[in-house]
């Protein structure tokens, strides 16, 4: 086992049996403290924000012998880039330094400028994406989606349960929780008889997905197998892939969807690192038919992390409309990767590979107000006596992820985005 | 008219008539010299490249005001974030250095530093790519692939005149001209009644395409208007969209091309200025059914350049398979542009939009295999005695583009890219 993930750990920094950052977490990101100042690199506990740059500063991570004016760098990607022997040592030591018994920062003279309180500090987006990779692979959603555009009896295309079928994103307009977007405007069609119109969308829609941070760069022409996959993964975000159903619907045949998706999606700060997910790995759902030769894997890829969904008005009342599951993905992230890279396309530390709309079997777990609402056939009742069948204006999306499991609960904190009304 | 588009100017560096590379181009890209040194911006006269680095260090930009530190970057996009008033200046500049009369640089001490000839370089990815989109702007090629895959009297998808269809494509695999690229892997479904396979793609084509780079950024939430888009392109290439038709036909369906493409593109390394395209512009085939409003503009946006297709085989002997032209576009690219900001979609300097594959209405101006050898039903006579359906390894492709107008010819040089068999 990694030190850094033992459950019997206990930071001395206070962290609530609720929080999603016990000493077993130590996530990265970058914040900045103060209106001028740049992005550094720092990780939380509790409500605590560490300052990994003043860290490194006054020598606590001296023994590691690394390079640290990553730490002070405006976005994750040169600290990823050192590799995971080295980023795993680091959360190894933060481990150390933090866990109770252990004086070393907690008696340093700089405790003020190490530990900060979170809402001293904003989050800023934490790494440079190069290519921005959306992935379509829970069942229950492809299904959903199947049923209601298609035939319930025809839901799946013939080649989605060999392909973990994907497509390329936009990597400009991902923002970091907290950034409100505009509802978009595109052109729609609502009438078939009648030509299409342009103008603010009405099927606002959020995607409930994960998102995994590429770790470990490839060259033009290299592959990475299942069994390398994990390599390649630095770790993982909560992330809102936003949909404009109906810009969606009459663009995206036959090359796929573009400004129905293209004008933002949203993730979380902190990236959660594979080897702190490790406790909550599950087995996925059999696959059959049995998949190609490299798509196989072994062990359990999957992961037991649950995902919420909640709707806040502009005034401020909240409604969660989805619980559902980071297991319930029919392609798993080593397959994904295996896929992307099986034809020789390379892959950079940063790019962000999201998971695809993750719904669960059940009524409850659906990732989207589209299979929520059943196309709006099924509108929620919020609290506030108004309905929802899709996102409107002045509405927050929250959504967060948490686990439990082998004595640990950890989580990602949330991805949240206020829609704004159309611009002009 | 800008000035160093005057047709009447002559270089002191000798140029041939055919030359792609009058003193009336002045394109901008990146080269090295020797293996050790790192890229920094030229252009090219003729046979000659400039290093624009010297030509700076020497203080003939001095009058322009400008932070010369873009010329010594490895990259375009800190040269072209200078705005199009300084780099149209610069361009201007140039033009005056180097033309008939001007002896500044001509009786320079350092003029061996500047003036280089184009076997010394070699040159690299003229810029940093922050995302890539493909359109599909071509209503001949549209056609031909809807006649082939559909059916010819509903060739044209519904949205098709409605929309300049796009999508988004990997930035990271994209490479320079020169650059080989290994035939990718990929599932394949050639038996309907059988499993799919994994393999080396059996039918891999070129697909002969422009790309602009966008030369002025926008901020999430804003659009740009057809009447400011020239303002946000910077210049033009040659481009190269390999496609794996195999790979693309099995994965495509709902969500677009992804490993059938992303396995490289391949541009041509010299960007030529919107203002050097000046002369060339041309009206576009007549948009029917009118198109909304925010896809009006007014003026010529089209451009009549040649394209040509030539395949090399190993040995060397050489067939020229189209000859096409960028003005055969149904969408032009202040309106790909406008589109894609239409829903608030942010653009960044260096990000590149290809034209989609480029046919004409005749046979012998189609633009890729597919169509050529009209799904392998016509093999192209290749001078070996052997023939193409689509493309073999050991193949180069080789695409150039030329115009000739208003007493200026001037091109884009080449893209060419061997293929390399499938690895391992």
Same mark, same amino acid.
């Given at each position: 086992?990694?030190n850094?993930?033992?459950?019997s750990?206990?930071?001395?920094?206070?962290?609530?049996?609720?929080?999603?950052?016990?000493?077993?977490?130590?996530?990265?990101?970058?914040?900045?403290? @103060?209106?001028?100042?740049?992005?550094?690199?720092?990780?939380?506990?509790?409500?605590?924000?560490?300052?990994?740059?003043?860290?490194?500063?006054?020598?606590?991570?001296?023994?590691?012998?690394?390079?640290?004016? /990553?730490?002070?760098?405006?976005?994750?990607? @040169?600290?990823?880039?050192?590799? $995971?022997? &080295?980023?795993?040592?680091?959360?190894?030591?933060? !481990?150390?330094?933090? +866990?109770?018994?252990?004086?070393?920062?907690?008696?340093?003279?700089?405790?003020?400028?190490?530990?900060?309180?979170?809402?001293q500090? %904003?989050?800023?987006?934490?790494?440079?994406?190069?290519?921005?990779?959306?992935?379509?692979?829970?069942? +229950?959603?492809?299904?959903? /989606?199947?049923?209601?555009?298609?035939?319930?009896?025809?839901?799946?295309?013939?080649?989605?349960?060999?392909?973990? &079928?994907?497509?390329?994103?936009?990597?400009? !307009?991902?923002?970091?929780?907290?950034?409100?977007?505009?509802?978009?405007? #595109?052109?729609q $069609?609502?009438?078939?008889?009648?030509?299409?119109?342009?103008?603010?969308?009405?099927?606002?829609?959020? %995607?409930?997905?994960?998102?995994?941070?590429?770790?470990?760069?490839?060259?033009?022409?290299?592959?990475?197998?299942?069994?390398?996959?994990?390599?390649?993964?630095? @770790?993982?975000?909560?992330f809102?892939?936003?949909?404009?159903?109906?810009?969606? $619907?009459?663009?995206?045949?036959?090359?796929?969807?573009?400004?129905?998706?293209?004008?933002g999606?949203?993730?979380?700060?902190?990236?959660?690192?594979?080897?702190?997910?490790?406790?909550?790995?599950?087995?996925?759902?059999?696959?059959?038919?049995?998949?190609?030769?490299?798509?196989?894997?072994?062990?359990?890829?999957?992961?037991?992390?649950?995902?919420? /969904?909640?709707? %806040?008005?502009?005034? #401020? +009342? !909240?409604? +969660?409309?989805?619980?559902?599951?980071?297991?319930?993905?029919?392609?798993?992230?080593?397959?994904?990767?295996?896929?992307?890279?099986?034809?020789?396309?390379?892959?950079?530390?940063?790019?962000?590979?999201?998971s695809?709309?993750?719904?669960?079997?059940?009524?409850?777990?659906?990732?989207?107000?589209?299979?929520?609402?059943?196309?709006?056939?099924?509108? &929620?009742?919020?609290?506030?006596g108004?309905?929802?069948?899709?996102?409107?204006?002045?509405?927050?999306? &929250?959504?967060? #992820?948490?686990? %439990?499991?082998?004595?640990?609960?950890?989580?990602? #904190?949330?991805?949240?985005?206020?829609?704004?009304?159309?611009?002009?």
């Amino acid at each position: 086992m990694i030190n850094a993930n033992n459950p019997s750990l206990k930071s001395w920094i206070e962290v609530s049996s609720e929080s999603d950052f016990p000493i077993q977490n130590i996530p990265f990101g970058i914040f900045k403290l @103060g209106t001028n100042s740049d992005g550094r690199v720092g990780t939380r506990i509790g409500d605590k924000v560490i300052d990994l740059s003043v860290v490194a500063e006054l020598g606590f991570f001296a023994e590691l012998n690394i390079d640290i004016s /990553v730490f002070f760098d405006s976005s994750l990607n @040169g600290f990823i880039g050192l590799g $995971k022997d &080295v980023t795993r040592a680091v959360r190894e030591r933060i !481990s150390e330094l933090f +866990q109770d018994g252990n004086s070393e920062v907690k008696n340093s003279d700089e405790l003020n400028r190490i530990v900060l309180d979170v809402d001293q500090v %904003e989050m800023l987006l934490p790494v440079e994406i190069g290519d921005y990779t959306d992935f379509y692979s829970s069942e +229950q959603h492809a299904y959903n /989606v199947g049923c209601m555009f298609r035939d319930p009896n025809n839901a799946l295309l013939p080649n989605w349960k060999h392909i973990p &079928v994907g497509y390329h994103g936009r990597a400009s !307009s991902i923002v970091v929780s907290g950034t409100p977007l505009h509802r978009p405007k #595109g052109q729609q $069609k609502p009438n078939d008889d009648e030509p299409p119109v342009f103008g603010p969308c009405k099927l606002l829609d959020f %995607e409930l997905e994960m998102a995994f941070i590429v770790g470990k760069s490839t060259e033009l022409g290299d592959s990475v197998t299942t069994a390398d996959a994990e390599d390649h993964i630095f @770790g993982v975000c909560v992330f809102n892939d936003w949909s404009a159903r109906d810009i969606q $619907k009459w663009e995206y045949v036959p090359l796929g969807p573009f400004l129905a998706k293209n004008f933002g999606s949203s993730v979380s700060p902190w990236v959660v690192t594979l080897d702190a997910l490790e406790p909550f790995k599950v087995a996925g759902s059999k696959q059959d038919p049995k998949v190609l030769p490299y798509l196989e894997f072994e062990g359990d890829k999957n992961y037991n992390i649950n995902l919420d /969904v909640i709707i %806040e008005t502009a005034e #401020g +009342q !909240s409604k +969660q409309v989805t619980r559902s599951n980071f297991k319930y993905m029919y392609w798993n992230m080593c397959q994904q990767l295996a896929h992307h890279t099986a034809n020789g396309c390379n892959i950079n530390v940063g790019d962000i590979m999201a998971s695809g709309t993750i719904s669960g079997p059940e009524e409850g777990e659906y990732g989207s107000m589209l299979e929520i609402s059943w196309r709006g056939t099924k509108p &929620v009742p919020m609290p506030d006596g108004t309905e929802r069948k899709f996102i409107h204006d002045g509405d927050s999306v &929250v959504m967060r #992820g948490f686990g %439990e499991a082998n004595g640990i609960r950890l989580g990602f #904190g949330e991805v949240r985005t206020k829609v704004l009304p159309a611009k002009g």
